[in-house]
């Protein structure tokens, strides 16, 4: 009796320790962008931009993914988490997209030591997935202002406020990046516009 006992204890304690948990999912913050070159009119063609790294509230500091749930309460997810902090990833989108855009003849990155004739800065004050106090429904939202800079009078010429929100298709942390990214691409399409039309 003893030995089956024994037995039986065995056999659970291994099945315990063998059972297999999910790993942590990374996402990754890359909107789509077109193949192809873009060509706006503007009248910076021959000036140069370098591209701070954005300025973002503490819970984008790190990989941990946030999410609201309600007005006040906010929680992170225990199996998915950015592949790189936010504020990076985000800064290296914006230099992807201004370099492909050729409003300048030349984009340089925030780690670049040339000098330039404009600045640009970006300050996002939300970039999250919303959930209603059920937990059933939820929405996706961005918050950013770009500043761009010349850097001969270190005056800002112009600034554009972007908010943009929309709903997630499915409660979960995957739609809610699907979502986020969608607000950024169309944001930086925004960005583009304006930017070509502020440089002068």
Known sequence: MKKVA????????????????????????APKESAKKEHFSTECKAKTLKISQVF????LMGKEMKYIVGDYKEYAYNQSEWAEHPNKAISDVI???LQRSNIFSHVSGYKS??????????NIAEFTQHFSEDEQHSFAKIDITFSLIDNSSAKIVASK????????????AQSGVVALNR???SALDEMKLWI?????
């Open 6 to 29: 024994l037995i039986s204890f065995m056999i659970v304690l291994f099945t315990a320790c063998s059972t297999t948990y999910p790993a942590v999912t990374q996402y990754r913050i």
């Open 56 to 59: 973002v509230k503490n819970s």
């Open 95 to 97: 230099i992807n997209s």
């Open 113 to 122: 030591f040339t000098v330039s004739d404009y600045t640009l800065e970006s």
């Open 161 to 172: 406020h972007i908010v943009k929100s929309m709903p997630v298709a499915e409660a979960n």
């Open 183 to 185: 607000l950024l691409e």
């Open 196 to 200: 070509a039309k502020a440089c002068k």
